[in-house]
């Protein structure tokens, strides 16, 4: 279930002109578990749909307070969807003012904790499936291949 979700749109970053659409909610699954996230729905050119997503999680280490987050790139490459946990430096959500306090956990940082990738992982797959239109995103076309 989704809830306090927002969207809006801005230009894209890379200089292709495109519009794209960003997405902020929060995620609630299992037993009272909460994920807050944010999504950019990106197209560079025609064709070229990914999407990064960061999520916001708790400190992860004890010598630094500050709330952590986990970026996610997911593409379409023909008729498959790839995941990828990423170096948050690459991330849209990089610059954003909404996380600004927070620390950008680079792909070694998350392999290296201990359920770190498996928690992004289950993260994205939660979201996927409790929201449509994320998904939706990527598989819309699924014929250009
Ligand atoms: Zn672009």
Redesign the pocket.
């Known amino acids: 279930m989704i809830e306090n979700e927002e969207t809006w749109k801005s230009i ?1 970053p ?3 002109g ?1 519009e794209y659409t960003s997405i902020s909610g929060t995620l609630k699954y299992g037993n009272d578990s909460e994920l807050d996230f944010l999504a950019a729905l ?1 197209m ?1 050119g025609e064709r070229n749909k990914h999407i990064w997503f960061s999520f916001m999680t708790g400190s992860w280490f004890e010598d630094d307070a500050r709330d952590c987050v986990i970026t996610i790139h997911t593409w379409r490459d023909g008729d498959n969807v790839n995941t990828n946990v990423e170096d948050a430096e690459e991330s849209p959500w990089k610059k954003s003012e909404l996380l600004k306090k927070m620390r950008f956990l680079s792909r070694d940082e998350v392999a290296s904790q201990e359920g770190g990738k498996e928690w992004a992982y289950d993260c994205y797959d939660l979201l996927a499936a409790n929201h449509k239109d994320i998904y939706g995103f990527l598989l819309e076309d699924k014929d250009f291949a």
């Open positions: 894209c890379c200089g292709c495109n990106m560079h």
